[in-house]
């Protein structure tokens, strides 16, 4: 069973900053592909960034690319997304999310996390 615990969620102003965390309970975790979806209120969930085993790629979408940075740290079982230059239309629940392979559909969840901003 794998466990994703999501943090670092909040209210930040437009045009501001904010690193989200997602700790895995997961032993191997160097071994999953990791990512990160968000869901604004009556919307589909979308796809935000995902990256690789090693760290050594990483991929984004089209709304976020220049802005969002995904980042982990196997050491720690940790995936995180820094979230620059935020808009209003970034506010949605964050969800952390893992597979082991490189393809298909992502499995595992965490609870998400809100993150709104305002204009």
């Known amino acids: 069973q794998v466990q994703l615990v999501e943090s670092g969620g909040g209210l930040v102003q437009a045009g501001g900053s904010l690193r989200l965390s997602c700790v895995t309970s997961v032993s191997t975790f160097s071994s999953y592909y990791m990512g990160w979806f968000r869901q604004a209120p009556g919307k589909e969930r979308e796809f935000v960034a995902a990256?690789?085993?090693?760290?050594?790629?990483?991929y984004y979408g089209d709304s976020v690319k220049g802005r969002f940075t995904i980042s982990r740290d196997n050491a720690k079982n940790t995936v995180y997304l820094e979230m620059n230059t935020l808009k209003p239309e970034d506010t949605a629940v964050y969800y952390c999310t893992a597979r082991a392979g490189g393809f298909g559909a992502w499995p595992y969840w965490g609870q998400g996390t809100q993150v709104t901003v305002s204009s």
């Open positions: 990256i690789n085993w090693s760290g050594s790629s990483t």
